[in-house]
């Protein structure tokens, strides 16, 4: 089992940033990639983005490329979201989570994800 626990989220203004933490404990002792997802009111489950265990391979939705950053530290067992320029559609509860396998395929589809945390809100005022 793998427990993920987020932080960071809150409340901001559009165009500003915010960054998004993701803490693993328990069976950390092998490779995985780890996600993050949002989930608007509303709306399913979207994919935002991963990154698999060396770091290597990373993959946004278009709707944050060029303005979220992922990134992890393994020794930590961490993973990081920085998100800038920050719009109101960027609002949602974000989720983290892993992938036991480390593999990338289908990785935007959540049910490929094995483990989540409970979420964190981000809201992001016009």
């Known amino acids: 089992q793998v427990q993920l626990v987020e932080s960071g989220g809150g409340l901001v203004q559009a165009g500003g940033s915010l960054r998004l933490s993701c803490a693993a404990s328990?069976?950390?002792?092998?490779?995985?990639?780890m996600g993050w997802f949002r989930q608007a009111p509303g709306k399913e489950r979207e994919f935002v983005a991963v990154?698999?265990?060396?770091?290597?391979?990373?993959r946004y939705a278009d709707s944050v490329k060029g303005r979220f950053t992922i990134s992890r530290d393994n020794a930590k067992n961490t993973s990081s979201l920085q998100m800038n320029s920050l719009k109101p559609e960027d609002t949602a509860v974000y989720y983290c989570?892993?992938?036991?396998?480390?593999?990338?395929?289908?990785?935007?589809?959540?049910?490929?994800?094995?483990?989540w945390g409970q979420g964190t809100q981000v809201t992001v005022s016009s």
């Open positions: 328990g069976r950390t002792d092998s490779s995985y990639a």
């Open positions: 990154i698999n265990w060396s770091g290597g391979f990373t």
């Open positions: 989570a892993v992938r036991r396998s480390d593999s990338t395929l289908y990785y935007g589809t959540a049910r490929r994800y094995d483990y």
